[in-house]
């Protein structure tokens, strides 16, 4: 139960620490700041040590012949072990929830910035489109159709 207790902690401590980093590059890509290679810098390495943690996990509950922690904890003799064991537990299901919903808002800020960037590609390429999308391009060069194409 130790090892449990072990591993869940650190869980916690890379969740809360992704989670803070995620929401940093949101605020970064809201504000357009320069500082968002750092931040992505800071990201890689703490989704390392969370891979690596989820990889003893998971041969830690292999070893046990359980398939996740639920089933391992619930399984144990009621106590102040189970009860940290528990809590831990649910606050990483928390804190990954949280980290997937910050993870799809970042996805359509990214999504969003690159549509933006196609749009000035469109317009420093002199590529116009008819109202529609639907009919040829009007460009100025010999080429008919639009480099790229977009919604923004």
């Known amino acids: 139960m130790e090892e449990t207790i072990i591993l869940l902690r650190e869980q916690t401590i890379f969740c809360s620490r ?12 809201k504000k357009n700041s320069l500082n968002m290679i750092e931040i992505t810098k800071q990201i890689e390495p703490a989704i390392a040590e969370l891979s690596k943690n989820s990889l003893r996990s998971q041969e830690y509950l292999k070893k046990l012949k359980f398939q996740n922690f639920n089933e391992f904890i619930n399984s144990q003799p009621d106590g102040v072990k189970k009860d940290v064991a528990t809590r831990l537990l649910k606050h990483n299901s928390d804190l990954q929830s949280k980290l997937q919903s910050q993870m799809k808002i970042l996805k359509r800020l990214t999504d969003k910035g690159k549509e933006f960037v196609n749009f000035n590609l469109n317009v420093l390429s002199r590529t116009s489109a008819t109202p529609t999308y639907g009919a040829a391009a009007e460009t100025g060069t010999q080429s008919k159709r639009r480099i790229f194409d977009t919604n923004v």
């Open 18 to 29: 992704l989670l803070k980093l995620f929401a940093d590059l949101t605020e970064s890509l």
